[in-house]
């Protein structure tokens, strides 16, 4: 079984920058596609970035291209979205998600590719 945990998230001023954290457990030993997802009050849950667990191969949310940046501690079971230049839009919950695969290429960056979630982690943006 999947597990997964965030942390990481906060208040944090526009233009600022933050870390989120994911520890993951029953992956081990697992081809995965891992993945960080948002959701802003009132919106729809969008994926941002995610990545292959093999070889660090990522995918980003246009939008989000240049800001966002997702990587790995495979020693530590462990995923992480690096934001820059926090805007108000990024507010939301951010959630990290799993899904255990066999093929080359990671999942699409659409929740319904992926079993596995964690409760996430609040960012809000402010002035």
């Known amino acids: 079984q999947v597990h997964l945990v965030e942390s990481g998230g906060g208040s944090v001023q526009a233009g600022g920058s933050l870390t989120l954290s994911c520890a993951h457990s029953?992956?081990?030993?697992?081809?995965?596609?891992m993945a960080w997802f948002r959701q802003a009050p009132g919106k729809q849950r969008e994926g941002v970035a995610n990545?292959?667990?093999?070889?660090?191969?990522?995918n980003y949310l246009n939008s989000v291209k240049g800001r966002f940046t997702i990587s790995q501690d495979s020693a530590k079971h462990t995923l992480f979205l690096h934001i820059n230049d926090l805007k108000f839009e990024d507010s939301g919950m951010y959630y990290c998600?799993?899904?255990?695969?066999?093929?080359?290429?990671?999942?699409?960056?659409?929740?319904?590719?992926?079993?596995?979630w964690g409760q996430g982690t609040q960012v809000t943006v402010s002035s």
């Open positions: 029953g992956t081990a030993d697992k081809s995965t596609c």
């Open positions: 998600a799993a899904q255990v695969f066999t093929g080359g290429v990671c999942y699409p960056l659409d929740e319904r590719y992926y079993s596995y």
């Open positions: 990545i292959h667990s093999d070889d660090d191969r990522a």
